[in-house]
C-alpha cells in the first residue's frame, strides 16, 4: 500500500501518502497499479532521477501496456488539484496509440482511476466502457473512439445543423440569423425583462440583473460581429494566438430544441445521454441550471452544437467559471464532453496549453471527456483549452453536453441572521443546562412513572 501511494504522491504534485490516505482511502494513487517495482536498483535510480519540476512523466512496464508515475520525493503537504502547479502525462509509447486503453487493463487499475476522478473531481464509471483511453493522468483527459456511431453522427448532424458539414455560407444561417436580433435599452430594464430577453434569445437566464445585463451585451457584439448572436457556451473561445483577433466563423448554440425537446428529437440524442448517463451518474437530463437552493435540483446538463471554422488559432479558454461567477450562477461545469460528428482533414485540433505536445483530432464518433472544475467547485487552470485553425470548404461540427453540479449555498443576510439567531438560541439552552446539578439534569431526563426493570415490570403487569 506505501508504494502505490508514493506513487500517487508524482500524479498529484507534492501530494504526501500519509495526509492523502487519510482523506480517501477509495482514491489512492490514480496509476499506482500501472506497473510492478522490478527491484531495489531500479527503485532507487527512480527515486535518485531528477524530474523536470512541473511534469511527471508515467514510464511504462515491460509487463503491461499501462502505466506508472515516476516516483518523486513527496512533500509533507497536500495540494489540491486546482492549486497544482505540475502535470502527470503518460509515456510517448502510450502517447503512439492515443492512449491507455481502460478496458485492458486490470481490475486494480480502474479502482484506482475511478477513485481518483471522485475524489479530485467527479464520480464515474470507468469500469466496462468500451474504448475508454486515459490521454493524460493529472488534469484527467479522456477519449472514447466510436462512442457514437457512424449513423447516430449523422442524424445529430441533420438535427443541429441540417445536414452534413455545413459551407461558410450557412453558419451564419444555421446561428440563427432569423432569431430575435441585439437586445436594447438594458440599462433601463428590470430582472424580469432581462430574464424574458436571455429566454428569447436561447440564453441562460439565470443570475444577477449585473450577469444577465452582461450575457445580453455579449449576445449583442456576437450578433454585430456577423456571429448571429448564437448563444455562446462559457468554453467558446474567441480571437487567435498571440493576442491577435482570429476570423472565427464558428458559433455555437446552447440548448437547441432539436437536441433537447424530448418528443422530436431523434433517437441517436436519447441513446447518447443513456451512455452518458453509465458513465457519470451525476449526468441527469435536466436542462435547468442546477442550484443548491432548489430541491433535487443539484445536476443539470447544458448540450451546445458547435459549427467549427476558423482561418486562426483560437486562444485558450476555459469551460469552467471563475470562483465568483459560479457563486453567482449557483453551479459549475464539472464536465465538458465533446462529441465529434464529422473527420478533419485540415487542422481544428484540440489543443491544452497546460500539455504541450498535446492535441486530439477531431474523428468522427470519438468523445473527448475533460474535468474543468474539482469536486470543490474550483475551476482548474491546468484544463483551459485552445483549437488550431481549421479554414477548409466544410465545418468540424460537434455536440457538447456540459455536467454542471451546483455550487455550495450561499446563505443572504436574513438567512444568516437566522442561522444566528437559532445557534445563539442552542448555546442558550446548552448553558441552562449546564448549570442544573448532573443528578438534578439525570432526573430530568428519566420518567419517573418507567419500572426501573422487567422484574417491577412484571409485577406491576
Not at 6 to 17: Q, V, W
Not at 248 to 274: I, Y
Not at 324 to 336: G, I, T
Request: charged share 25%.
Amino acid at each position: 500500500m506505501s508504494s502505490l501511494t508514493g506513487s500517487f504522491a508524482s500524479s498529484s504534485a507534492s501530494c504526501s501518502s500519509s495526509s492523502f490516505q487519510k482523506s480517501s482511502h477509495a482514491a489512492s494513487a490514480p496509476f499506482n497499479a500501472f506497473t510492478r517495482r522490478t527491484n531495489s536498483s531500479t527503485r532507487r535510480r527512480r527515486v535518485n532521477a531528477k524530474a523536470p519540476p512541473t511534469t511527471t512523466v508515467v514510464r511504462a512496464s515491460s509487463s503491461s501496456s499501462a502505466a506508472e508515475p515516476a516516483a518523486e520525493p513527496s512533500s509533507s503537504k497536500f495540494i489540491p488539484a486546482h492549486a497544482r502547479k505540475t502535470v502527470s502525462r503518460i509515456t510517448e509509447a502510450q502517447m503512439k496509440t492515443n492512449g491507455v486503453e481502460l478496458a485492458k487493463a486490470s481490475a486494480q487499475v480502474q479502482e484506482s482511476i475511478a477513485g481518483f476522478l471522485a475524489f479530485e473531481f467527479l464520480r464515474a464509471r470507468v469500469k466496462n466502457v468500451p474504448t475508454l483511453k486515459v490521454l493524460n493522468v493529472d488534469p484527467p483527459i479522456l477519449t472514447a473512439p466510436m462512442f457514437l456511431s457512424a449513423k447516430e453522427c449523422e442524424e445529430l448532424e441533420r438535427a443541429a445543423f441540417g445536414g452534413g458539414g455545413t459551407s461558410g455560407e450557412d453558419v451564419g444561417a444555421a446561428s440563427g440569423g432569423d432569431g430575435p436580433g441585439p437586445a436594447s435599452g438594458l440599462s433601463s430594464m428590470k430582472k424580469a425583462e432581462l430574464v424574458q430577453c436571455c429566454e428569447e434569445r436561447g440564453l441562460d437566464a439565470s443570475g444577477t440583473v449585473a450577469v444577465l445585463r452582461d450575457r445580453l451585451k455579449e449576445f449583442n457584439n456576437n450578433y454585430e460581429s456577423g456571429g448571429g448572436g448564437g448563444a455562446q457556451s462559457p468554453s467558446a473561445g474567441g480571437g487567435g494566438g498571440g493576442g491577435g483577433e482570429a476570423n472565427v466563423d464558428a458559433f455555437r448554440t446552447s440548448n437547441p430544441d432539436a437536441l433537447v425537446n424530448a418528443s422530436s428529437r431523434p433517437e441517436a440524442v436519447n441513446q447518447l445521454l443513456k451512455r452518458l448517463n453509465y458513465l457519470f451518474p451525476d449526468c441527469v437530463e435536466e436542462f435547468e441550471s442546477p442550484s443548491a437552493r432548489k430541491e433535487n435540483k443539484m445536476w443539470g446538463i447544458e448540450v451546445v452544437a458547435e459549427a467549427y471554422k476558423s482561418s486562426e488559432n483560437v486562444r485558450a479558454s476555459h469551460a469552467a467559471y471563475e470562483q465568483h461567477e459560479a457563486v453567482e450562477k449557483h453551479y459549475q461545469v464539472r464536465a465538458n464532453c465533446k462529441f465529434f460528428l464529422n473527420d478533419s482533414n485540415n487542422g481544428g485540433e484540440i489543443t491544452f496549453p497546460a500539455l504541450p505536445g498535446l492535441s486530439v483530432k477531431p474523428e468522427k464518433g470519438m468523445a473527448l471527456i475533460m474535468f474543468p472544475s474539482t469536486a470543490a467547485s474550483l475551476l482548474d487552470p491546468r484544463a483551459a483549452t485552445s483549437r488550431n485553425a481549421h479554414d477548409g470548404p466544410t465545418t468540424l461540427n460537434s455536440v457538447d453536453v456540459l455536467i454542471r453540479g451546483a455550487t455550495p449555498k450561499i446563505l443572504t443576510e436574513e438567512e444568516a441572521a437566522a442561522e444566528r439567531k437559532i445557534r445563539h438560541e442552542q448555546e442558550k439552552e446548552r448553558a441552562r443546562l449546564m448549570a442544573i446539578p448532573r443528578s438534578e439534569r439525570r432526573k430530568m431526563g428519566k420518567d419517573e412513572d418507567k419500572p426501573k426493570n422487567s422484574r417491577k415490570k412484571r409485577d406491576a403487569q
